[in-house]
């Protein structure tokens, strides 16, 4: 029996939905045990992520950088690769920004802002390009080696920051110089009108937001991007109708490290003003379950990225009113983590596994006497 048109979409929708129920109730059991009330920490997840004009800019700021780091695993995800080595393209795309300076003097303005987020572009994109071609070339795991990468590029830009580049003036907290004034990034609304909901919110968002749309499109709507999702879907069949598979692996892993180094660079330019260890707060990880829960879909993953955004802005909140640790919300994201892990066994099969669900047995019907 074939299947009905609907119930792919429908399920696209209905198993990350039902994964973030599961996290969420997962999540208040936790809570009780710590002897909280679950409900009440629910609410304020609410609050904190979508209460009030703060919690909104709070929330859109903590969305910025994700929707970047899960373009890291999507653009990949569509070539066939699992890499989850966001964070360490983040973290030298951060060093690249505040680092060129050091090399000469950028101009100011737009061109000046351009060349330090294309610093941090490109390393990201040298970094995840490297998974890409050892597992092309050398036939190492992916997922393996861009972890053991990030790791590497974490050592590197601890010991750049707290050595060479380190500014003397950081005495408590090492860091580069500051990055010049006019090399940074503002906010987008500035005194304009909803500046209380947005102004504190820069134009990372922005660019975050724009990148994921023109990833879509591009996917949707291009040569390029159809003979990438080939490759993902059937890697063999890519080559025998005369596809280069190799440059387009080593495209789909460059252009998502590109996005995560990007991220990073709009950290240091539009949050942290210098490269320091404020910039390693796990925000490639995060970004994996962003596009998990998107299912690599680069247009679905805003909305997911505020949702995550939300949940780490709360975590103040929680802390406050509930006396839990702030870092609990990263037990909510583990939770989320194995549910979309469990719900991804039921793609394709959800209403198969509806149907089959044991009727109970009819009442017996008493014979004639």
Same mark, same amino acid.
């Given at each position: 029996?074939?299947?009905?048109?609907?119930?792919?979409?429908?399920?696209?929708?209905?198993?990350?939905?039902?994964?973030?129920?599961?996290?969420l109730l997962m999540f208040?059991?936790?809570?009780?045990?710590?002897?909280?009330?679950?409900?009440?920490?629910?609410?304020?997840?609410?609050?904190?992520?979508?209460? =009030?004009?703060?919690?909104?800019?709070?929330?859109?700021?903590?969305?910025?950088?994700?929707?970047?780091?899960?373009?890291?695993?999507?653009?990949?995800?569509?070539?066939?690769?699992?890499?989850?080595?966001?964070?360490?393209?983040?973290?030298?795309?951060?060093? #690249?920004?505040?680092?060129?300076?050091?090399?000469?003097?950028?101009?100011?303005?737009?061109?000046?802002?351009?060349?330090?987020?294309?610093?941090?572009?490109?390393?990201?994109?040298?970094?995840?390009?490297?998974?890409?071609?050892?597992?092309?070339?050398?036939? *190492?795991?992916?997922?393996?080696?861009?972890?053991?990468?990030?790791?590497?590029?974490?050592?590197?830009?601890?010991?750049?920051?707290?050595?060479?580049?380190?500014?003397?003036?950081?005495?408590?907290?090492?860091?580069?110089?500051?990055?010049?004034?006019?090399?940074?990034?503002? %906010?987008?609304?500035?005194?304009?009108?909803?500046?209380?909901?947005?102004?504190?919110?820069?134009?990372?968002?922005?660019?975050?937001?724009?990148?994921?749309?023109?990833?879509?499109?591009?996917?949707?709507?291009? #040569?390029?991007?159809?003979?990438?999702?080939?490759?993902?879907?059937?890697?063999?069949?890519?080559?025998? *109708?005369?596809?280069?598979?190799?440059?387009?692996?080593?495209?789909?892993?460059?252009?998502?490290?590109?996005?995560?180094?990007?991220?990073?660079?709009?950290? *240091?330019?539009?949050?942290?003003?210098?490269?320091?260890?404020?910039?390693?707060?796990?925000?490639?990880?995060?970004?994996?379950?962003?596009?998990?829960?998107a299912r690599h879909n %680069?247009?679905?993953?805003? %909305?997911?990225?505020?949702?995550?955004?939300?949940?780490?802005?709360?975590?103040?909140?929680?802390?406050?009113?509930? =006396?839990?640790? =702030?870092?609990?919300?990263?037990?909510?994201?583990?939770?989320?983590?194995?549910?979309?892990?469990?719900?991804?066994?039921?793609?394709?099969?959800?209403?198969?596994?509806?149907? #089959?669900?044991?009727?109970?047995?009819? %009442?017996?019907?008493?014979?004639?006497?």
């Open positions: 029996m074939s299947t009905p048109r609907w119930h792919a979409p429908v399920e696209s929708l209905l198993l990350p939905a039902l994964a973030l129920g599961g996290a208040g059991a936790f809570v009780r045990l710590g002897g909280s009330d679950p409900v009440e920490a629910w609410a304020l997840l609410f609050k904190g992520a979508f209460g =009030d004009a703060f919690s909104w800019q709070n929330t859109l700021q903590r969305a910025a950088p994700l929707m970047l780091t899960a373009l890291a695993v999507a653009l990949p995800a569509q070539a066939g690769l699992i890499v989850i080595g966001g964070e360490g393209a983040l973290v030298l795309g951060a060093l #690249a920004c505040a680092g060129l300076p050091y090399l000469f003097a950028p101009p100011g303005g737009l061109l000046g802002q351009a060349l330090v987020m294309g610093a941090g572009a490109l390393a990201g994109a040298a970094w995840v390009a490297l998974s890409g071609a050892l597992r092309q070339w050398r036939g *190492v795991n992916e997922t393996i080696s861009s972890l053991l990468l990030s790791y590497i590029a974490i050592a590197l830009f601890k010991h750049l920051v707290e050595g060479p580049m380190r500014d003397p003036a950081s005495l408590n907290k090492p860091s580069t110089l500051p990055l010049p004034e006019a090399l940074r990034i503002g %906010p987008i609304m500035g005194e304009q009108a909803f500046s209380s909901w947005l102004g504190d919110v820069h134009w990372g968002l922005a660019a975050g937001a724009l990148l994921c749309v023109a990833a879509g499109v591009w996917l949707s709507f291009s #040569a390029s991007g159809f003979a990438l999702r080939v490759v993902g879907g059937n890697a063999r069949t890519a080559r025998l *109708v005369g596809l280069p598979t190799n440059a387009l692996v080593l495209l789909g892993c460059a252009l998502g490290g590109a996005c995560a180094g990007l991220a990073g660079a709009i950290e *240091v330019a539009a949050v942290h003003t210098a490269a320091n260890a404020s910039v390693i707060a796990g925000l490639g990880y995060t970004g994996i379950l962003v596009s998990f829960v %680069p247009w679905a993953i805003p %909305p997911v990225a505020v949702l995550f955004g939300g949940f780490g802005a709360a975590g103040s909140l929680l802390q406050r009113r509930l =006396d839990l640790p =702030d870092a609990s919300v990263l037990v909510l994201q583990g939770f989320a983590f194995v549910f979309i892990l469990a719900a991804e066994a039921l793609r394709g099969r959800l209403f198969s596994v509806i149907r #089959a669900r044991p009727r109970p047995a009819a %009442p017996a019907v008493p014979e004639a006497a």
